[in-house]
């Protein structure tokens, strides 16, 4: 009520400022019959100053009073019709003013406020964000949602179903097996069975305990966002935030972490992460055509109405197609960013190189998506370049050994 009542209050103002405007300019509007008034006027002084200076006669004097008289009373009656006039075209004008003023404000607000609402500040309205986030689907739900709008691989052969089987039996007797652990958690993703293969890597880093490394859990948030349609759940989060715990600079934690925020409606937080993460990513990390696709929306929904995107010119990767794609993305086809993300790591790991790091997650989410050949000769080239680097060699061996291929 009290912002209804505030709303007329301006709408009258403006209302009460703009007929003051009109009314004062019609006041100084001075017509052509008041102009002749006064200069007849005039000339009938004149007359009686020059009677008395003697300069003209009595009978010439009463010859132009007369004519003088007879104008200024015409004048008069003129002046009379306009003011009329104007005051009914004063009335009109200050109505129509008046109704402009009320039907604009009324339909301004129509178009693009919320008619209906109540009054809801900041703060409690932050606090519904916060608990519908709260509220928000989980991972399992989510999955089960989304289960039939997945693009489905090709049917596996029979024999490999019969070994997968196999495999499931074996690691339900060894829940420890860490070899165990990675094929089932790969084979499964990669026969559409995207909810197994969540739920083997999830028991994987469990069996790693402390010895699970970014890469790992990384690998679980990109099984968890496909499988879910690119919808970043509560426990998906979760891992998100883990990784940022002990690597604050991850960017691909960073852009799950700001994809997370907008679809929890704080568009503000997330435009805040994807703005920063644009400034401190390489041109070819392959989140970046994805946030540079959609940041101008979250910057929106922000209220930033002046962000300018980094400078491009070092993006010899990125076309328009890419940025236009990545804008256009439903729901359905986010399933598929996973892929395109790998694609450009893998090109960027080609031309520039990269941490160790960087080149176990390919290989690792290589394996999980089911390019087993791809992820063999990656991880044949990384150990080439990492000949000397002990530490390095060892997170290939463990991306290898995620991937479920031999040396």
Avoid: H
């Avoid at 196999?166 to 007797?173: D, F, G, H, K």
């Avoid at 940022?244 to 960073?254: C, T, V």
């Amino acid at each position: 009520m009290l912002f209804w009542i505030v709303s007329v209050a301006i709408t009258f103002a403006v209302a009460g400022l703009l007929i003051g405007a009109l009314r004062a300019a019609r006041l100084r509007d001075v017509t052509a019959a008041n102009s002749d008034i006064a200069v007849y006027k005039d000339q009938l002084a004149e007359v009686e100053r020059d009677l008395a200076r003697g300069i003209v006669t009595e009978s010439e004097a009463d010859a132009v009073r007369v004519e003088v008289s007879r104008r200024l009373l015409d004048a008069d009656t003129r002046d009379t019709g306009d003011k009329a006039e104007q005051k009914g075209q004063s009335g009109i004008g200050i109505t129509i003013v008046a109704l402009c003023v009320i039907a604009g404000g009324l339909g301004t607000y129509a178009w693009i406020g919320a008619p209906g609402y109540g009054d809801m500040p900041m703060k409690p309205r932050l606090a519904a964000l916060e608990k519908a986030r709260a509220d928000r689907p989980g991972q399992a739900a989510a999955e089960a949602e989304v289960a039939g709008d997945l693009p489905r691989p090709e049917a596996p052969d029979p024999q490999f179903l019969t070994l997968m089987d196999q495999l499931r039996a074996a690691v339900a007797e060894r829940p420890n097996d860490i070899q165990g652990l990675t094929f089932l958690a790969q084979y499964e993703a990669r026969i559409g069975n995207y909810s197994a293969s969540r739920a083997a890597q999830e028991q994987l880093i469990a069996a790693k305990g402390d010895e699970a490394t970014d890469t790992d859990k990384l690998t679980l948030v990109d099984i968890m966002v496909f499988a879910a349609a690119g919808y970043v759940s509560p426990e998906a989060e979760s891992v998100v935030r883990d990784v940022l715990m002990g690597s604050p600079e991850n960017g691909a934690a960073r852009y799950y972490l700001g994809l997370a925020e907008a679809q929890a409606g704080r568009a503000d937080r997330a435009f805040a992460i994807w703005a920063q993460l644009l400034e401190d990513s390489p041109p070819s990390a392959p989140w970046v055509p994805v946030v540079r696709g959609e940041i101008f929306d979250v910057a929106f929904a922000a209220g930033v109405t002046n962000y300018q995107l980094p400078p491009t010119s070092s993006l010899p990767a990125l076309s328009d197609d890419d940025i236009a794609a990545a804008n256009d993305m439903t729901a359905q086809e986010r399933a598929e960013m996973i892929q395109g993300m790998v694609g450009r790591l893998a090109d960027r790991l080609a031309i520039e190189g990269g941490p160790p790091e960087d080149w176990a997650r390919l290989i690792s989410t290589l394996g999980v998506l089911g390019d087993q050949n791809r992820a063999r000769a990656i991880a044949a080239e990384a150990e080439t370049v990492f000949a000397d680097n002990a530490n390095a060699l060892a997170l290939i061996a463990n991306a290898r050994a995620q991937a479920g291929i031999s040396q």
